[in-house]
């Protein structure tokens, strides 16, 4: 019992001079520290001590010198950058090797994009006067639409940012109308006009064209320099309206975004639409009515600072006494208790385009696995979920996500975030169908059925109609690819629309595409064909009425589910035969043979045989009759028929990922 307590007391005196250090580090070592939305990697307690106390009051500053806005643009063109840019010259982080600071998840360092949108508070004299900025830096890439608009609806104007060496992109053009629609002020920035290859000139006759915006309301920065990123802050506050509320008005807190904290329970990102906010408060759900009390009140400066109060027009975030994921809306209103207010418009539900079954390697973790996505869709709202069953795999759920990046993103942070192991299934489309009969029509709720699980989709004899989802596509590319270009949209059953010369050198084609024959490699083969030059986005077109067909696997006759689909008449065998020879590849040898089969409608359109392992039973017959050796072959033979009837043939877990590589 000594040598226990001794040891006990060992271990807390290193961790008390552990946190002892952590607080004297300077904040850019601490800023590498992060991990999951802004939390510490030691303790969310460790990030708040680089703190204390603002040195500023947020009283200070009224509506009128405040400004909420956005960075929008396409992959790669420099936000995460230009946002590194702001907090250094507002004086937020100490000037140096600052790279990505925004960029608090492990999967945006790894991959060099942002996932998911975050906001840091700046203040900035102009003419005399502190202003409060929040910046909300966004994601770039088409699968994380939904992220920008969330954050549109904290802001009152954006910075849209173009390369000067890549020009407008196609995701440009969706970001720009998406902030156009919502009417809010945009200042058009040209980044990386220190680039030997740039074209700042040519890029801001493509935003003339294309957006209609005067090319002399055009910035020209360099973010990774800094030259030209104070004239952005100085046009942020000249050109960007305060916002229009008043702290005189009962609370109204709009819930913008949210994450778990392993120690402190649901964070809520908040926009003060009106009155005042204060720790302590006891606040209620516009939705649920249900109240909570307020235990942390702060803002991003660039990580969690308490601060007590926040006004009206103000962004920050809050802790409360909320320990249930599915109570943090996403776009909800809170107010003060029993004064209740009109609530904020939500937000638009995210429309899933791809959905996979997830499935944990192991059966006893699905606990593990059930929490963790509970806690991740709390900070990912545009998952859909739903629970699944597989003979093979067990218990799981079946997801829907906004496109592939989307999915493999998420499966990162699982592991990442979550330390869990999991299967994924092969993704599909959510097809629909029109069936007959009453008795038909009364068992499944309706005539019209949606297939998120291709397992699931009744008899061919009382379908009517199958119909699959379409996009509207939008292609940037040089000229000279136009062609190559308009083969390939054919092949992938597109139906080109329009096409637009946007300058000299580069068109825009707008296409319809089942989304189906897009969702895998459509982006690779695009940006091969053009050397990397083009860019794609595309946006929810609907259903069209097609011709479909659903493919079982089977292996040895059994059929294995999870590798089911449903896909286009025209492509059915070509899929099938490369399907099954994946299979091949992926299913380990046995003691007897295994026929791979592809049925459409219970007849074969594919088929491949995994040869068995044979032992040499004659190896001991050294002469004498025939009849023994035959006889030893014969027994063989029979044993290995009767092996194939009871034998259980077990598709690795990698063969789920391999069969979509084409």
């Keep these: ?7 006990q007391r060992l271990f807390l005196l290193k961790w008390q001079r552990k946190i002892k250090n952590l607080s004297k580090l300077s904040l850019p070592f601490v800023n590498k520290q992060f991990n999951v939305a802004g939390k510490c990697r030691l303790s969310t307690t460790a990030c708040s001590m680089q703190h204390q106390e603002l040195p500023f009051h947020l009283n200070d500053f009224p509506v009128e010198r405040i400004r909420n806005f956005s960075i929008i643009a ?32 492990p999967v945006e360092r790894e991959r060099g994009i942002t996932v998911k949108a975050q906001t840091a508070s700046l203040i900035y004299k102009y003419q005399g006067q502190d202003y409060l900025l ?8 088409v699968d994380f639409h939904y992220e920008v608009s969330r954050s549109l609806a904290a802001c009152q104007g954006v910075i849209l940012l173009v390369d000067a060496n890549q020009g407008v992109q196609a995701q440009t053009v969706a970001n720009f109308y998406l902030a156009f629609e919502a009417e809010m002020a945009i200042i058009p920035v040209i980044n990386k006009i220190d680039l030997k290859n740039a074209m700042p ?11 209609d915006i005067d090319k002399s309301a055009i910035l020209k920065i360099s973010a990774k320099v800094g030259s030209g990123v104070e004239d952005v802050l100085k046009a942020v506050i000249e050109r960007i309206p305060c916002p229009v509320y008043s702290r005189e008005r009962p609370l109204r807190a709009f819930v913008f975004d949210s994450w778990y904290d392993h120690f402190k329970g649901v964070v809520a990102h908040i926009a003060i639409c009106d009155g005042v906010v204060k ?35 103000q962004v920050g975030y809050a802790m409360m006494n909320m320990r249930n994921t599915g109570e943090a809306k996403i776009g909800d209103t809170f107010y003060h208790e029993n004064i209740p207010v009109d609530p904020m418009p939500g937000f638009k539900n995210a429309t899933p385009m791809v959905f996979a079954g997830i499935f944990p390697t192991e059966q006893s973790e699905f606990p593990l696995l059930r929490s963790a996505i509970e806690k991740l869709t709390l900070n990912d709202r545009s998952v859909q979920i739903k629970m699944d069953n597989s003979p093979a795999l067990g218990q799981g759920y079946r997801l829907g996500f906004l496109g592939l990046l989307h999915m493999d993103v998420f499966n990162q942070r699982l592991e990442q975030e ?9 993704p599909n489309v959510a097809y629909k169908v029109k069936i007959i009969g009453e008795k038909n029509i009364k068992f499944y709720g309706g005539n019209e059925l949606t297939i998120l699980n291709p397992c699931l989709m009744p008899d061919i004899a009382i379908i009517t109609e199958y119909q699959e989802p379409m996009i509207d596509g939008t292609i940037i590319t040089p000229a000279e690819h136009i062609n190559a270009i308009t083969q390939l949209c054919l092949d992938y059953r597109g139906r080109i629309k329009d096409q637009i010369y946007i300058d000299d050198t580069r068109i825009m084609v707008q296409s319809k595409f089942p989304l189906a024959e897009v969702l895998v490699d459509f982006f690779d083969e695009l940006k091969s064909l053009t050397s990397g030059y083009a860019s794609f986005d595309y946006e929810d077109a609907g259903y069209e009425v097609s011709d479909l067909v659903k493919i079982d696997y089977t292996l040895n006759g059994r059929e294995v589910e999870e590798l089911t689909m449903i896909c286009h008449v025209s492509r059915a065998r070509k899929i099938a035969v490369r399907i099954c020879e994946k299979l091949k590849t992926a299913i380990p040898r046995q003691q007897f043979v295994i026929t791979i089969q592809a049925k459409v409608n219970q007849k074969v359109i594919a ?16 002469g004498g009759d025939i009849t023994r050796k035959m006889k030893l072959l014969k027994n063989q033979a029979e044993g290995k028929k009767y092996l194939r009837k009871i034998g259980v043939v077990e598709v690795p877990t990698d063969a789920f990922i391999q069969i979509l590589k084409k």
Excluded at 201 to 211: C, R
Excluded at 290 to 310: C, H, R
Excluded at 607 to 622: G, L, M, P
């Design 134 to 141: 929040n910046l909300i830096d966004t994601p770039g890439h």
């Design 74 to 105: 396409h992959v790669d063109h420099g936000k995460s950058t230009l946002a590194d840019r702001l907090l250094e010259i507002t004086g937020t982080i100490p000037k140096g090797n600052n790279n990505q600071v925004l960029d608090r998840l």
């Design 418 to 426: 979550f330390n869990a192991s999991v299967i994924v299934t092969t």
């Design 1 to 7: 019992m000594a040598g226990l307590y001794f040891w």
């Design 279 to 313: 720790t302590g408060q006891r606040i209620t759900c516009a939705s649920s009515k249900k109240t909570y009390e307020l235990t942390e009140v702060g803002i991003m400066y660039p990580t969690q600072v308490p601060s007590g109060y926040l006004y009206a027009g």
């Design 201 to 211: 000139e040519l890029v801001a006759d493509q935003i003339n064209n294309i957006f």
């Design 607 to 622: 088929r491949e045989d995994i040869k068995a392992f044979r032992k040499d039973v004659t190896a001991k017959c050294y």
